[in-house]
């Protein structure tokens, strides 16, 4: 009862990488109000996949193997979780800001009318005054993203509803094992008690998933593009570069919307959080809304003509001066290097 909950997806039968990263700050957030950690899974044919959550931290792991939860479903998904939820009574409940988190959050938090924030880039405990009626609200979940198009950075709070609710987007957060022999606790969820027949109105009938082609999220090294680089054919330069150093390349919202680049590339709040060891941000200005996706790489290395960029503030090296003329000269000495 008035545990933290994660609700944990599934990737190829296998824990998601957001998934793991939100019980890994679980397990932090947990500790901060003394509460148990517990994960929810819903899948078919997953019989051990609490042992793939216990090192993070998990106390208890609530498992439905069920054909019904083969595949994301609306209905039987938020049939379940919503059920479990009145059941246990977290007092925080957090899941991905994937395409299920997505789905599944708003359902399950109008369902229990306990409000959601959505796109969460950082989670805290702390308190809350409210001077009108002179009342201190203790350990609440601080649900902290970017608002008005990442102007400003907002702390969300709920004092008043439980669960407090919230999807975090992958990567934001680190993914650490707690400890490799740590186990919890299992308990398996009785399907029947929570699904209704008319949950499974929606069948899938076909189904067909195409291979992720770009991966930036996985590249140690990341070239990235901004609306400074001046056109798509441009862009060879840091695919060029890219190829050199064995990294990939990303693009900054601008030069998506440009046409750069395709939307799979976009680094930052609309699109990927990315964390590489080496950073190459080209011709990108360094607005929050891109910097909130890349600025926790291990060295950012800042191309721009305008030595007043605000991406120069978080940049290890600055190098001010055309893209055009700096990047050839790069890829010519990477080159020589190589050899």
Known sequence: MNNLFVFCELDEGKPA?????LLTKGRSLANTLGCKLEAVVLGHSIEGIENELFPYGADVVHVADDPVFEHYRTLPFTAVVVGLFRQEKPQVALMGATTAGRDL?????SALHSGLTADCTALEIGDHYVKKTDTTYKNLLYQI?????????ATIINPDHRPQMATVREGVMKREIVNKN????????TVSDYIRPEDLAVEIIER????????IKAAQIVVSGGYGMGSKENFNLLYELASVLGGEVAASRAAVDAGFAGHERQVGQTGVTVRPKLYIACGIS???QHTAGMDQSGKIIAINNDPMAPINSIADYVINGDVAEILPKMIKYYKANAR
């Open 17 to 21: 990488d957001v998934s793991l990263e």
């Open 208 to 215: 067909h998933m195409e291979a992720r082609k770009v991966d």
């Open 145 to 153: 993203r970017p608002a008005f198009g990442g102007n400003i950075i």
């Open 182 to 189: 740590y186990r919890g606790e299992l308990k398996k969820i």
């Open 105 to 109: 959050g708003p359902r399950v938090s």
């Open 286 to 288: 360094g607005q929050i």
